[in-house]
Protein backbone atom coordinates (compact mmCIF):
# COMPACT_ATOMS: atom_id res chain seq x y z
CA UNK A 1 0.00 0.00 0.00
CA UNK A 2 1.50 3.72 -0.91
CA UNK A 3 2.26 5.54 1.84
CA UNK A 4 1.25 8.95 0.52
CA UNK A 5 -1.87 9.31 -1.50
CA UNK A 6 -1.96 10.05 -5.20
CA UNK A 7 -4.78 11.13 -7.28
CA UNK A 8 -5.89 8.37 -9.50
CA UNK A 9 -4.78 7.58 -13.15
CA UNK A 10 -6.57 6.73 -15.79
CA UNK A 11 -4.94 2.87 -15.85
CA UNK A 12 -6.12 2.68 -12.33
CA UNK A 13 -9.98 3.83 -13.60
CA UNK A 14 -9.82 0.81 -16.05
CA UNK A 15 -8.32 -1.59 -13.91
CA UNK A 16 -10.97 -0.42 -11.15
CA UNK A 17 -14.40 -1.11 -13.91
CA UNK A 18 -13.01 -4.27 -14.98
CA UNK A 19 -12.79 -5.47 -11.62
CA UNK A 20 -16.02 -4.37 -10.71
CA UNK A 21 -17.31 -5.93 -14.01
CA UNK A 22 -15.80 -9.36 -12.66
CA UNK A 23 -17.93 -9.18 -9.66
CA UNK A 24 -14.48 -8.15 -7.62
CA UNK A 25 -14.57 -6.61 -3.76
CA UNK A 26 -13.27 -2.89 -3.42
CA UNK A 27 -10.27 -4.81 -1.29
CA UNK A 28 -9.49 -7.39 -3.91
CA UNK A 29 -9.37 -4.38 -6.27
CA UNK A 30 -7.57 -2.42 -3.97
CA UNK A 31 -4.98 -5.22 -3.43
CA UNK A 32 -4.43 -5.56 -7.00
CA UNK A 33 -3.45 -1.87 -7.54
CA UNK A 34 -1.50 -1.75 -3.94
CA UNK A 35 -4.31 0.96 -2.92
CA UNK A 36 -6.46 1.69 0.41
CA UNK A 37 -9.62 -0.36 0.08
CA UNK A 38 -11.28 3.63 0.74
CA UNK A 39 -9.68 5.14 -1.91
CA UNK A 40 -11.30 2.31 -4.16
CA UNK A 41 -14.56 3.26 -2.39
CA UNK A 42 -14.16 6.81 -2.50
CA UNK A 43 -13.17 7.06 -6.20
CA UNK A 44 -16.44 5.48 -7.05
CA UNK A 45 -18.65 7.06 -4.25
CA UNK A 46 -17.85 10.39 -6.52
CA UNK A 47 -18.22 8.87 -10.07
CA UNK A 48 -21.25 6.79 -9.87
CA UNK A 49 -24.43 6.34 -7.98
CA UNK A 50 -23.49 2.30 -7.31
CA UNK A 51 -20.72 0.07 -7.90
CA UNK A 52 -22.28 -1.35 -11.14
CA UNK A 53 -22.86 1.76 -13.13
CA UNK A 54 -19.42 2.84 -12.86
CA UNK A 55 -17.76 3.59 -15.64
CA UNK A 56 -13.80 4.52 -15.90
CA UNK A 57 -13.85 7.61 -18.93
CA UNK A 58 -16.66 9.30 -17.05
CA UNK A 59 -15.05 9.23 -13.76
CA UNK A 60 -11.78 10.58 -15.38
CA UNK A 61 -14.10 13.70 -16.84
CA UNK A 62 -15.71 14.31 -13.55
CA UNK A 63 -12.62 14.61 -11.69
CA UNK A 64 -11.27 17.20 -13.80
CA UNK A 65 -14.17 19.26 -14.14
CA UNK A 66 -13.69 18.96 -10.41
CA UNK A 67 -10.16 20.15 -10.39
CA UNK A 68 -11.20 23.25 -12.67
CA UNK A 69 -10.34 26.62 -10.72
CA UNK A 70 -13.93 28.85 -10.86
CA UNK A 71 -13.39 32.36 -12.33
CA UNK A 72 -10.75 34.48 -11.15
CA UNK A 73 -12.24 36.91 -8.34
CA UNK A 74 -9.89 39.94 -9.82
CA UNK A 75 -9.49 39.52 -13.68
CA UNK A 76 -7.98 42.93 -15.10
CA UNK A 77 -10.25 44.10 -17.18
CA UNK A 78 -12.86 44.31 -13.89
CA UNK A 79 -14.11 47.72 -11.96
CA UNK A 80 -12.64 45.82 -9.12
CA UNK A 81 -9.30 45.64 -10.34
CA UNK A 82 -9.77 49.32 -11.61
CA UNK A 83 -10.45 50.48 -8.25
CA UNK A 84 -7.67 48.15 -6.47
CA UNK A 85 -5.01 50.11 -8.72
CA UNK A 86 -6.89 53.60 -8.23
CA UNK A 87 -6.39 52.83 -4.18
CA UNK A 88 -2.76 51.35 -4.54
CA UNK A 89 -2.18 54.92 -6.42
CA UNK A 90 -3.18 56.63 -3.61
CA UNK A 91 -0.17 54.63 -1.68
CA UNK A 92 -2.58 51.85 -0.14
CA UNK A 93 -0.67 48.23 0.60
CA UNK A 94 -2.65 45.32 -0.34
CA UNK A 95 -3.74 44.51 3.39
CA UNK A 96 -5.01 48.44 3.77
CA UNK A 97 -6.74 47.97 -0.01
CA UNK A 98 -8.81 44.98 0.99
CA UNK A 99 -10.07 46.38 4.30
CA UNK A 100 -11.22 49.39 3.08
CA UNK A 101 -12.93 47.47 -0.05
CA UNK A 102 -14.65 46.04 2.84
CA UNK A 103 -15.53 49.08 4.53
CA UNK A 104 -16.67 50.56 1.25
CA UNK A 105 -19.30 47.82 0.43
CA UNK A 106 -19.73 46.03 3.13
CA UNK A 107 -23.06 44.20 1.35
CA UNK A 108 -21.80 43.00 -1.69
CA UNK A 109 -19.59 39.78 -1.42
CA UNK A 110 -18.03 39.85 -4.64
CA UNK A 111 -15.72 43.47 -3.78
CA UNK A 112 -14.36 41.67 -0.41
CA UNK A 113 -10.93 40.47 -0.99
CA UNK A 114 -7.28 39.43 0.79
CA UNK A 115 -4.47 40.63 0.57
CA UNK A 116 -3.05 37.47 -1.11
CA UNK A 117 -5.90 37.66 -3.83
CA UNK A 118 -4.58 41.31 -5.15
CA UNK A 119 -0.62 40.17 -4.71
CA UNK A 120 -1.60 37.63 -6.88
CA UNK A 121 -3.72 39.16 -9.50
CA UNK A 122 -0.74 41.70 -9.58
CA UNK A 123 1.91 39.49 -10.46
CA UNK A 124 0.17 37.39 -12.72
CA UNK A 125 -0.17 40.08 -15.45
CA UNK A 126 1.61 39.84 -18.15
CA UNK A 127 5.17 41.72 -18.40
CA UNK A 128 4.67 45.44 -19.57
CA UNK A 129 4.14 48.76 -18.55
CA UNK A 130 1.02 48.19 -16.76
CA UNK A 131 2.65 44.87 -14.83
CA UNK A 132 5.78 47.62 -13.36
CA UNK A 133 3.83 50.43 -12.40
CA UNK A 134 1.54 48.88 -10.41
CA UNK A 135 4.38 46.47 -8.64
CA UNK A 136 6.50 49.70 -8.25
CA UNK A 137 3.90 51.25 -6.16
CA UNK A 138 3.87 48.54 -3.72
CA UNK A 139 6.07 49.38 -0.92
CA UNK A 140 8.38 46.45 -1.48
CA UNK A 141 8.65 46.37 -5.62
CA UNK A 142 9.93 43.07 -5.65
CA UNK A 143 9.96 41.64 -9.45
CA UNK A 144 9.15 38.27 -8.17
CA UNK A 145 6.77 37.54 -5.15
CA UNK A 146 6.81 33.60 -3.32
CA UNK A 147 3.67 32.49 -1.77
CA UNK A 148 3.98 32.57 2.17
CA UNK A 149 1.35 29.49 2.18
CA UNK A 150 4.70 27.52 3.77
CA UNK A 151 5.09 29.17 7.02
CA UNK A 152 7.93 29.89 7.41
CA UNK A 153 8.93 33.69 8.15
CA UNK A 154 11.34 35.03 5.71
CA UNK A 155 12.73 38.07 7.29
CA UNK A 156 16.00 39.01 8.90
CA UNK A 157 16.39 37.14 12.48
CA UNK A 158 18.18 38.86 15.61
CA UNK A 159 20.68 37.12 17.21
CA UNK A 160 20.45 36.15 21.11
CA UNK A 161 16.77 36.86 21.55
CA UNK A 162 15.15 35.25 24.65
CA UNK A 163 10.88 35.23 24.55
CA UNK A 164 8.94 37.36 26.22
CA UNK A 165 7.61 33.91 28.52
CA UNK A 166 10.45 33.58 30.00
CA UNK A 167 11.27 37.06 30.95
CA UNK A 168 11.25 36.96 35.25
CA UNK A 169 8.11 37.27 37.51
CA UNK A 170 9.39 40.27 38.67
CA UNK A 171 9.69 42.00 35.28
CA UNK A 172 6.72 41.10 34.38
CA UNK A 173 4.91 42.11 37.28
CA UNK A 174 6.08 45.95 36.64
CA UNK A 175 5.91 46.75 40.79
CA UNK A 176 9.50 47.19 40.79
CA UNK A 177 11.63 50.19 38.93
CA UNK A 178 14.20 49.56 36.40
CA UNK A 179 12.67 47.50 34.61
CA UNK A 180 12.59 49.39 31.10
CA UNK A 181 10.06 48.57 27.95
CA UNK A 182 11.32 49.19 24.24
CA UNK A 183 8.58 49.66 21.43
CA UNK A 184 8.20 51.01 18.27
CA UNK A 185 6.43 54.56 18.43
CA UNK A 186 4.08 53.93 15.43
CA UNK A 187 1.34 56.76 16.12
CA UNK A 188 -1.80 58.35 17.87
CA UNK A 189 -3.73 54.90 18.15
CA UNK A 190 -0.65 52.72 19.61
CA UNK A 191 0.21 55.09 22.83
CA UNK A 192 2.00 53.71 25.96
CA UNK A 193 0.31 53.54 29.38
CA UNK A 194 3.69 54.26 30.26
CA UNK A 195 6.80 57.40 30.66
CA UNK A 196 8.35 57.21 27.56
CA UNK A 197 11.57 58.30 26.03
CA UNK A 198 12.93 58.32 22.72
CA UNK A 199 16.58 57.78 21.21
CA UNK A 200 17.89 56.01 17.87
CA UNK A 201 19.29 52.45 19.16
CA UNK A 202 21.44 49.54 16.52
CA UNK A 203 19.41 46.22 15.88
CA UNK A 204 22.34 44.30 15.05
CA UNK A 205 21.45 41.89 17.93
CA UNK A 206 18.95 42.28 20.63
CA UNK A 207 22.45 42.85 23.44
CA UNK A 208 23.55 45.58 21.11
CA UNK A 209 19.87 47.13 21.75
CA UNK A 210 19.97 46.92 25.23
CA UNK A 211 23.34 48.06 25.76
CA UNK A 212 22.82 51.04 23.89
CA UNK A 213 19.22 51.98 25.80
CA UNK A 214 21.00 51.22 28.56
CA UNK A 215 23.86 53.56 28.18
CA UNK A 216 21.73 56.13 27.03
CA UNK A 217 19.19 55.81 30.42
CA UNK A 218 22.09 55.69 33.00
CA UNK A 219 22.77 59.30 30.90
CA UNK A 220 20.26 60.51 32.38
CA UNK A 221 20.52 59.09 35.84
CA UNK A 222 17.31 56.53 35.01
CA UNK A 223 17.66 53.16 37.02
CA UNK A 224 17.78 50.43 34.93
CA UNK A 225 17.93 46.63 35.84
CA UNK A 226 16.68 45.01 32.23
CA UNK A 227 14.92 46.16 28.95
CA UNK A 228 12.29 44.32 27.21
CA UNK A 229 12.50 45.53 23.40
CA UNK A 230 9.76 45.07 20.79
CA UNK A 231 12.34 43.71 18.10
CA UNK A 232 11.85 46.01 14.54
CA UNK A 233 12.16 43.13 12.77
CA UNK A 234 9.65 40.24 14.24
CA UNK A 235 7.44 42.75 16.29
CA UNK A 236 7.77 40.01 19.12
CA UNK A 237 8.97 41.31 22.45
CA UNK A 238 12.15 39.96 23.69
CA UNK A 239 13.77 40.74 27.47
CA UNK A 240 17.67 41.06 28.17
CA UNK A 241 19.18 41.41 31.61
CA UNK A 242 21.34 44.28 32.22
CA UNK A 243 24.61 44.45 33.85
CA UNK A 244 25.39 46.69 36.64
CA UNK A 245 27.08 49.83 36.13
CA UNK A 246 30.47 49.34 36.21
Known sequence: MKKTYEHMVTGERNEIQRGLNLGLSCRAIARQLNRAPSSITREIARNAPSARSYDAQRAGVATRARCRRGPRKLPPDSPLFACVCDLLGQSGSPQQIAG??????????????????????????????????????????????????????????????????????????????????GDLIKGVGNRSSRKATSMPLPINSIIDHADASTTKLRSRSILVKSVTCNTVLHFRIETAPVSPPS
Not at 124 to 142: K, M, S, V, Y
Open 100 to 181: RLRHMRPDEPGWHLSHETIYRALYALPRGQLRRELIAQLRFAHKRRKSRSGGKDRRGSLPNMTSIHLRPVEVAARQVPGHWE
